[in-house]
């Protein structure tokens, strides 16, 4: 039976990046994915700048458009904002080719990837775990579940599900020449399309990735296909010539029972660390691979202190702001009367705001209710 200081069950950013985080650190690693890469993943694969300029490699040859401009329009308001900045605010990606080129660079550095297998049962045992897969078992000292917002191993591992879902509905979409060129010019965020969320429009290299996602539930049942199609009419789409639907979920709130159990580290989606406010969950999920695999080498895999410094390093950034997230995202989202004041006259404002945290220059703010009150006065006085 093979052993291994870190098993990785996925190969999605979070995985792909805690794989080439931990090799490149020394540690014995492999890779267990359940389909044969490359695979597609349902992703609107909108890459923030704050994800790609920390990347220890070169993702080039995976992007397909680059938006340097993003609108934010409020079309019951008649708003729209634009934001331009000299770097990539978006950064376009098919996830199958993204997740692919993260593995290869990986195996480049003695990962092992056990592809078609399926994690089915978990021994937690003294020093090594035994995973046993469709196909064979192994041993790890460490594992991280990086296997999405669903995560199997984390119920493996004893984990209750706790955090808060969001659905989404994403096509890829091609339409005809004349609306691909009209609408391949920027990344566009339609907000009034859906109720307490958001519609969007990412341009790839030769279709578009066209969706909506609904963050807060209301009384009734959303119909995302319904926002969907006025959503498309909304883009001035009369016709579409091919069309792949692709429905998912995004965790957007953190587990509250905590992120390591037995020996599995949570990361990204099967944390629930995407973002609350945008959903974009890609930047994170790589930042939180690289602390866990961080924790581990630097507890010289000790399990106790790398579950301290696991903790530490949660802590010191990235749950803090998840946290002001969502409580930004409930006030946005469910204050809309508010909101359309103080977009009126703060909108650009705001937009250049939210640009700087995609871009990383930028928090969200720790006193934004304070803020909002003082807005709120200026506006209506």
Avoid at 109 to 133: C, I, M, R, S, W
Avoid at 260 to 267: E, Q, Y
Avoid at 352 to 375: A, L, N
Wanted: hydrophobic content about 40%.
């Amino acid at each position: 039976m093979k052993t291994y200081d870190l098993a990785i069950i996925g190969s999605g950013p979070s995985g792909a990046s805690a794989a080439f985080e931990a090799a490149k650190n020394g540690l014995k690693t492999v890779i267990i994915e359940k389909e044969l890469l490359p695979r597609y993943k349902t992703c609107g694969g909108g890459f923030v700048f704050r994800g790609r300029k920390n990347m220890p490699f070169d993702i080039t040859s995976a992007v397909e458009r680059e938006f340097f401009d993003v609108d934010i329009r409020f079309d019951a308001k008649q708003l729209a904002l634009n934001t331009v900045r000299k770097h990539p605010i978006i950064s376009m990606v098919m996830r199958d080719e993204f997740d692919f080129l993260m593995v290869q660079k990986a195996q480049e550095l003695g990962v092992e990837l056990l592809q078609g297998e399926k994690l089915t049962g978990l021994d937690f045992q003294n020093e090594y775990t035994t995973l046993t897969t469709s196909n064979q078992k192994i041993q790890a000292k460490f594992i991280i579940a990086a296997d999405g917002a669903l995560s199997p191993t984390a119920k493996l591992a004893g984990w209750e599900e706790s955090r808060k879902m969001c659905p989404a509905l994403e096509y890829e979409i091609k339409v005809p020449e004349e609306d691909f060129e009209r609408l391949s010019t920027s990344a566009r965020f339609d907000m009034d399309v859906i109720p307490f969320g958001y519609g969007w429009s990412f341009p790839k290299k030769n279709h578009l990735s066209v969706g909506v996602v609904n963050f807060f539930k209301t009384k009734k049942s959303i119909d995302l296909k319904t926002y969907y199609r006025d959503y498309l009419k909304m883009l001035g789409i009369t016709e579409v010539l091919e069309e792949q639907a692709h429905g998912f979920i995004i965790p957007i709130i953190p587990r509250k029972d905590g992120f390591v159990k037995h020996n599995v580290f949570l990361i990204g989606d099967a944390a629930g660390f995407a973002d609350p406010l945008t959903a974009e969950g890609i930047s994170n999920a790589i930042y939180s691979g690289k602390l866990a695999v961080r924790a581990i080498v630097e507890s010289e895999l000790d399990l106790e202190k790398a579950i301290q410094l696991y903790d530490e390093k949660l802590n010191k950034k990235l749950l803090p702001e998840l946290r002001l997230g969502v409580k930004l995202a409930g006030f946005f989202y469910e204050n809309k009367t508010l909101c359309n004041i103080l977009l009126k006259k703060y909108g650009q404002r705001a937009s250049e705001y939210m640009t700087d945290i995609f871009m990383g220059d930028q928090t969200y703010p720790h006193d934004f209710r304070e803020k909002v009150k003082q807005k709120l006065k200026l506006s209506l006085f």
